[in-house]
T-cell receptor, first 112, second 111 residues
Framework: GENVEQHPSTLSVQEGDSAVIKCTYS??????FPWYKQELGKGPQLIID?????GEKKDQRIAVTLNKTAKHFSLHITETQPEDSAVYFC???????????FGKGTRLSVIA | SQTIHQWPATLVQPVGSPLSLECTVE??????LYWYRQAAGRGLQLLFY??????ISSEVPQNLSASRPQDRQFILSSKKLLLSDSGFYLC??????????FGPGTRLTVT
């Protein structure tokens, strides 16, 4: 089955700097790759996703890139702000009724 | 728009007591539904998922069970709670295209 590895497990950046979180997946049939942000005590929130027919997607300060050949995808956050501090999860699936397989999460701390 | 509800928000139960957590979704029909558990500071463990009424797939053998009595209702149950059942329980719904949305969660403490 699918296996998703996520790195780093913790990340500290200065406010205004960029943050990058990377994930690799094992199943070449996976075609949907979402990213979630989880704030303390809350449920994860879908912040951006990408499908295998696209190499990059942007939404304001966040972007996701996908390399199907290497089977990895990354989340990029630019101009980080303290409110970006949270745990971020990547996931992968083959779509349809197949459950998402999640990475173990990255705790991002943005230092003011 | 779609909304997902979970209740209760917090729950403290003694070991050996029963459990019933409820999740409902509004604004969509025939969603895929999921139960996850998250231990403190840890990742998301998929417990059960359902692609339709009465259809339940179990991912992890344990003393928990799930039921889907209505299209947009998903219930997580236990007959006798263990200390190890403590955690943050999250319900989620998903479109067939894959986008998945989580509820606010229930914090369960078994004492």
């Amino acid at each position: 089955g699918e296996n998703v590895e996520q790195h780093p497990s913790t990340l500290s950046v200065q406010e205004g700097d960029s943050a990058v979180i990377k994930c690799t997946y094992s199943d070449s049939a996976s075609n949907y790759f979402p990213w979630y942000k989880q704030e303390l005590g809350k449920g994860p929130q879908l912040i951006i996703d990408i499908r295998s027919n696209v190499g990059e997607k942007k939404d304001q300060r966040i972007a996701v890139t996908l390399n199907k050949t290497a089977k990895h995808f990354s989340l990029h956050i630019t101009e980080t702000q303290p409110e970006d501090s949270a745990v971020y999860f990547c996931a992968a699936s083959k779509g349809g009724n197949t459950p998402l397989v999640f990475g173990k999460g990255t705790r991002l701390s943005v230092i003011a | 728009s779609q909304t997902i509800h979970q209740w209760p928000a917090t729950l403290v139960q003694p070991v050996g007591s029963p459990l019933s957590l409820e999740c409902t979704v509004e604004g969509t029909s025939n969603p895929n539904l999921y139960w996850y558990r998250q231990a403190a500071g840890r990742g998301l463990q998929l417990l059960f998922y359902s692609v339709g009424i009465g259809q339940i797939s179990s991912e992890v053998p344990q003393n928990l069970s799930a039921s889907r009595p209505q299209d947009r209702q998903f219930i997580l149950s236990s007959k006798k709670l263990l200390l190890s059942d403590s955690g943050f329980y999250l319900c989620a719904w998903a479109r067939r295209r894959g986008e998945q949305y989580f509820g606010p969660g229930t914090r369960l403490t078994v004492t």
